[in-house]
């Protein structure tokens, strides 16, 4: 294993100094426990958005701290869950007095932690809500497992409810919203290669040289099925059929599509992808009318993609919109 | 409980390959470093008495494992801590009560069923040999054995909750990682009774 790290144990506090001393202008940095809050929390009046889950995805959430998006991030280790007194405590760091709203990706670590914190934070008085985003559609049989995973509409989701929060939309408004978002977004993911945490040292899985895992999720887990590998235009219709014919996205539709990147993917790659996934999109009738493309919800140096579709309504195009300023995600400003 | 931690710094690397074959590889690096902040904050405080203990165990492994582990290790031990709050000498009826406390705790938290592959198919047979037994030594004894059964009849079961559920098929054949460590709790506490 060749990792650009101190000591494995040290991770998450060398990273989060790292984050203090870049950013220490606009964030404040608590280390135990441990949470990421914007400097100018809590903003009064303004419902609070506090999101978390394992290390190891950045630029998600930490990333995505700021005006127009997230109030707070908590860290867990390298793709465990946080805890739920990093998720109290950064729930009252930005209590403003309109409630927080909980952002959860469906993991049953990250679901079990947010629901704990968010008992012991409305017995502090703390109007709290949750959303919990599932919308990868490589897991067929939700019925007999976790459920879908959260994966790309997280980002998205954090960026539209970010606006609507900016906007002082009420905690209901903002969290229909966010459940609308999800509802109408959809994932799916591929591999290249498999990533190694630090902790453990070894590859998540193997792969041969020439062989792709399609399916995956952001924490190294093996995916629907491996092939052979094919051009990036095979690739993307691999997982854009899934995806369209989950929604259904039919054609007249309105999409933002989002090509991410897992983290070890070079960006010309991303762009071949985006260029496949626009010509199948078109192909289907659907207009893209907002795209993203770039790594942002990444499976440490995994090298792969994955795609997001979300069918848009004018409410989620316009916070879509919206000005934001994280060191992740800015424009506008 | 030092034996606990003592069980999870040495099972560490098999409770890690155990996880990473069918989930993310993670349970013994988490397990250890809940269990090492366990002892320093019972090294911290005199405990009153063995529910005493068990609850300061639990928060230390709720605010600090994290992952599915964290909260329901940490349920299992606070439903037990409660249950043996103010007990000076626990005897068999009142170890069984508040095993059965934690079990259900474990499942109302993480909503597993038998043979979902999880902790509760070690923690179940574990709490039905201590129903069974006649004393409590002999029910440590069995309630270990029994344990170390339902993990070993994981194997061939396709898991249903937890990360390894996304696998389906593939998660058959793998050990599940939770019921391991959840055996390794068992046989220590059979080990700490007997010397």
Redesign the interface.
């Known amino acids: 294993m060749k990792k650009l790290i101190n000591t494995p144990d040290d991770l998450l506090r060398d990273a989060l100094q790292g984050v203090e001393a870049a950013h220490g202008d606009r964030f404040r940095v608590s280390y135990d ?1 441990a949470y990421v809050v914007r400097a100018d929390a809590p903003v009064q009046g303004k419902v609070g958005l506090v999101s978390g889950g ?1 290390s190891g995805h950045e630029p998600m959430h930490g990333g995505f701290v700021g005006p127009g998006m997230l109030d707070a991030a908590c860290p ?10 990093q998720m109290q405590a950064a729930t009252q760091a930005v209590d403003g007095g309109a409630g927080v709203l909980h952002i959860v990706k469906n ?3 990250d679901v ?2 947010f ?2 914190a968010a008992d012991l934070t409305r017995a502090d008085g703390v109007e709290v809500e949750a959303v919990v985003t599932n919308d990868d559609v490589a ?1 067929q ?1 939700s019925l ?3 459920g879908r ?1 959260g994966v790309g509409i997280t980002v998205v989701l954090e960026k539209i409810a970010g606006g609507a929060a900016e906007d002082r939309r009420s905690l209901q408004d903002v969290a229909e919203l966010a459940r609308r978002v999800n509802a109408n977004g959809r994932s799916m993911g591929m591999a290249l290669t498999p990533c190694i ?1 630090p ?2 040292g ?1 590859p ?1 899985f193997e792969l041969t040289e020439d062989e792709v895992e399609i399916g995956i ?1 952001i ?4 995916g629907r099925f491996r092939e052979k590998i094919g051009p990036a235009s095979q690739i993307a219709e691999r997982l854009m059929t899934p995806i369209i014919e989950d929604l259904p996205f039919s054609s007249g539709d309105r999409v933002l599509a989002f090509v991410n990147g897992m983290g070890g993917t070079p960006l010309i790659e991303l762009y071949i992808m985006y260029n496949e996934v626009a010509k199948i999109a078109s192909a289907h009738g659907l207009t893209i009318e907002r795209n993203l493309i770039g790594n942002y919800i990444t499976s440490l140096e995994m090298a792969g993609c994955s795609i997001t579709l979300l069918k848009l309504d004018d409410e989620m195009v316009r916070y879509w919109d919206a000005p934001v300023n994280t060191p992740g995600l800015r424009w506008g400003v | 409980m030092t034996r606990f931690a003592a069980s999870m710094a040495e099972h560490r690397e098999e409770l890690v390959q155990l996880d990473t074959a069918i989930g993310d590889g993670d349970h013994g690096t988490n397990m250890d470093r809940g269990m090492r902040k366990a002892l320093e904050k019972l090294g911290a405080a005199e405990q009153a008495d063995a529910g005493a203990v068990l609850k300061t165990v639990a928060m230390a492994l709720i605010s600090s494992v994290g992952g599915a582990a964290g909260p329901l290790y940490g349920t299992l031990l606070l439903q037990m801590g409660t249950a043996l709050e103010g007990k000076d000498d626990v005897d068999l009826e009142t170890y069984t009560a508040a095993w059965r406390k934690g079990v259900e705790g474990v499942q109302a938290r993480g909503k597993a069923e038998p043979r979902d592959k999880t902790m509760v198919d070690a923690l179940l047979p574990a709490l039905q040999a201590l129903e069974r037994a006649p004393d409590l030594d002999s029910g440590l004894q069995d309630a270990a054995s029994a344990a170390e059964r339902g993990m070993l009849d994981t194997i061939p079961l396709i898991a249903r909750k937890g990360r390894a559920s996304y696998l389906g098929e593939r998660s058959k054949d793998h050990q599940d990682p939770g019921a391991t460590s959840t055996y390794y709790l068992c046989q220590t506490a059979a080990e700490t009774l007997a010397s």
């Open positions: 426990p394992g867990g280790e390298v793709f465990t869950s946080p805890t739920p007194d993991y049953t670590g079990m932690n629901d704990m897991v049989d007999y497992t976790a995973r945490t902790a453990s070894n998540s999720g924490h190294g887990e093996p």
